[in-house]
């Protein structure tokens, strides 16, 4: 199995890497690696394995204001570099497919907000739609402006969540436009960062925030999202940590999510429509920003240590081994398959 990593490698350094998953005998080897991307930070992979979407999360491209995103080939471990874009936005930090693989969404960090691509026959980019947030919260070093952090899916719609006004704003694409149809509001200052869809009950919404260090769990009823629970995700007193990605297991019984200060996951059980506490996860490194959850493994990618890790996980009782942690690779922040 093909593991992909992004990274925060800086121009003509490697920065996307290809690992093989051993599943029988449990290590990850690496198969190939590429320069043609300045900090991938996040990456998208199309149904078919055969091409790679990847951010430039920076703040100049070509010598104009902004970042990228990439489209990359992907045959016989070898990397061609099909097409970039420039996203007229700074800092992309993630970047969404859609089912159809028609359009692409860029989420700009600092400068809160989303590129819409359509996706042309040869996987070249046309850019449809530029949306841009406004506002701020009252965390004033890292809510002084919007700042979007990823897009993902709702009932169809994409929902872009931006951390610096505490808000998911769903929209309809119009061919290529978007148009504003819900939001989502959350109390002030917890800084919402990703998000995802309980794969068993469609309504129910698992949402991580990085500055207050929780899941705050939302139940969709009709056009209205009522938020259900809030639960912190290091311990009590526990200061400097922040919240990355949220992952769920596949038989969804439990939800994942990556401590960054405290340096680890935290595990929680989905029991009787509630999240309960179970155990934290060292991740043997520092800065876990990504994880891979798969059946039967947890591949975490520690940004400050440049280390992956290899977790067996059992997801009938979240019990793990540590197959491997010292898996070297260069400010990893990023994993997909």
Not at 129 to 154: L, T
Not at 244 to 273: M, P
Request: with cysteine; proline share 2%.
């Amino acid at each position: 199995m093909n593991i992909f990593i992004g990274s925060y490698n800086e121009k003509d350094k490697n920065s996307i890497y290809c690992y093989d998953l051993d599943t029988q005998k449990g290590i990850l080897n690496l198969k190939s690696e590429c320069n043609l991307v300045e900090n991938p930070s996040y990456l998208a992979m199309s149904k078919d394995k055969s091409t790679i979407y990847a951010v430039s999360e920076t703040s100049e491209f070509n010598g104009k204001f902004g970042g990228a995103v990439a489209v990359l080939t992907y045959k016989n471990e070898e990397y061609v570099l099909n097409d970039i874009k420039a996203t007229n936005g700074d800092c992309p930090c993630h970047v969404l497919l859609d089912k159809d693989e028609k359009y692409l969404y860029v989420s700009n960090y600092m400068s809160g907000d989303i590129s819409v691509y359509k996706i042309n026959d040869d996987k070249t980019l046309v850019m449809t739609d530029f949306v841009k947030h406004f506002g701020s919260g009252p965390n004033k070093e890292r809510q002084e402006s919007a700042h979007m952090h990823y897009c993902g899916f709702i009932d169809e719609k994409i929902c872009a969540v931006d951390l610096g006004i505490d808000k998911i704003k769903c929209y309809d694409n119009d061919e290529g436009k978007l148009k504003l149809v819900n939001e989502i509001d959350f109390p002030k200052g917890v800084g919402v960062r990703h998000f995802l869809v309980d794969n068993k009950n469609p309504n129910i919404i698992f949402v991580v925030c990085e500055l207050s260090s929780e899941v705050i769990v939302v139940e969709k009823q009709g056009n209205k999202f009522n938020i259900i629970q809030r639960i912190s995700c290091i311990p009590e007193n526990f200061k400097d940590s922040f919240c990355a990605a949220i992952k769920q297991s596949e038989n969804g019984k439990y939800v994942l999510v990556s401590n960054r200060g405290h340096d680890s996951i935290v595990v929680f059980e989905w029991i009787n429509n509630k999240l309960e506490f179970v155990k934290y996860i060292d991740v043997k490194g520092k800065f876990p920003r990504d994880f891979l959850l798969l059946k039967d493994y947890i591949i975490v990618a520690n940004q400050n240590s440049d280390n992956m890790i290899l977790i067996k996980f059992n997801q009938e009782n979240a019990d793990i081994e540590y197959l491997t942690h010292d898996i070297y690779c260069q400010k990893p922040v990023c994993v997909i398959k």
